[in-house]
């Protein structure tokens, strides 16, 4: 069993900067790869970022490619998303979320556990 807290939303301006953190409990937590997704008003949930349980793969959204950086440290059982150059379209609730699949996948049914989220909006 695996508890996830997100924490680190808030409301920012284009262009401007955000880190997200996602807090997990247990202890297995390094056996688990570990998503970002993001669901905006009225729209399905997306894919944001992914990583494996050793932190030595990452795959982003082409939406947020080369702005985003998922980044994990297992000894803090903490995964983040440094997030920059945000725009508007990027407002939305964050998710966490942890797979017992070794290589993170974009499908959100790949996924066991999930946070409760936090709110990121980016205004204009």
């Known amino acids: 069993q695996v508890q996830l807290v997100e924490s680190g939303g808030g409301l920012v301006q284009a262009g401007g900067s955000l880190r997200l953190s996602c807090a997990a409990s247990?202890?297995?937590?390094?056996?688990?790869?570990m998503g970002w997704f993001r669901q905006a008003p009225g729209k399905e949930r997306e894919f944001v970022a992914g990583i494996s349980w050793s932190g030595g793969s990452t795959s982003y959204a082409s939406s947020v490619k080369g702005r985003f950086t998922i980044l994990r440290d297992n000894a803090k059982n903490t995964v983040y998303l440094q997030m920059n150059s945000l725009k508007p379209e990027d407002t939305a609730v964050y998710y966490c979320a942890a797979s017992g699949i070794a290589i993170a996948t974009m499908q959100p049914y790949d996924y066991d556990y999930w946070g409760q989220g936090t709110q990121v909006t980016v205004s204009s």
């Open positions: 247990g202890r297995t937590f390094s056996s688990y790869a």
